[in-house]
């Protein structure tokens, strides 16, 4: 089973734009979802999710790195998954465009279902961020 889901936008917005979605907790709230994802080292992190067989329904954790305008990483946990680590970036391009990538890594020892369960709903979340972007546009 491969180590990490990975799952990426290409936006044409600027990637200050993208990144406002990511720690305006208004914005992202209509896309993530209920989450505490402070923008700060350290800070207490918790993402809800609804129960499924394969996960206990919130994720919390700690905030273990922020580079500002680019990446928060956190530290997540329900009670069944073991160091795993959920990095959301977003990356400027040349031409002015932006690219999303959210990354759930700790994944390898769990079976294909529960990959693919993870993959599929971390793919909803960046389905309605595409949507809350465009509507800041």
């Given at each position: 089973?491969?180590?990490?889901?990975?799952?990426?936008?290409?936006?044409?917005q600027?990637?200050?734009?993208v990144?406002?979605?990511?720690v305006?907790?208004?914005?992202r709230?209509?896309?993530?979802?209920?989450?505490?994802?402070?923008?700060?080292?350290?800070?207490?992190?918790?993402?809800s999710?609804?129960?499924?067989?394969f996960?206990g329904g919130?994720?919390q954790g700690?905030?273990v790195?922020?580079?500002?305008?680019?990446?928060?990483?956190?530290?997540?946990?329900?009670?069944?998954?073991?160091?795993?680590?959920?990095?959301?970036?977003?990356m400027a391009?040349?031409?002015?465009?932006?690219?999303f990538?959210?990354?759930?890594r700790g994944?390898?020892?769990?079976?294909?279902?529960?990959?693919?369960?993870?993959?599929l709903?971390?793919?909803?979340?960046?389905?309605?961020?595409?949507?809350?972007?465009?509507s800041?546009?």
């Amino acid at each position: 089973m491969p180590e990490l889901a990975r799952l990426s936008h290409d936006f044409v917005q600027p990637a200050d734009q993208v990144w406002q979605a990511v720690v305006d907790p208004a914005l992202r709230s209509q896309w993530f979802g209920d989450a505490d994802l402070p923008m700060e080292e350290g800070a207490p992190a918790r993402v809800s999710l609804p129960p499924r067989p394969f996960s206990g329904g919130d994720l919390q954790g700690t905030v273990v790195y922020v580079v500002p305008g680019r990446t928060v990483a956190a530290d997540l946990s329900d009670g069944r998954l073991q160091d795993a680590r959920l990095q959301l970036h977003v990356m400027a391009k040349g031409d002015g465009s932006s690219r999303f990538e959210l990354v759930h890594r700790g994944l390898e020892d769990q079976p294909v279902w529960v990959y693919a369960g993870w993959w599929l709903r971390w793919r909803r979340r960046v389905d309605r961020l595409v949507k809350v972007v465009d509507s800041l546009s």
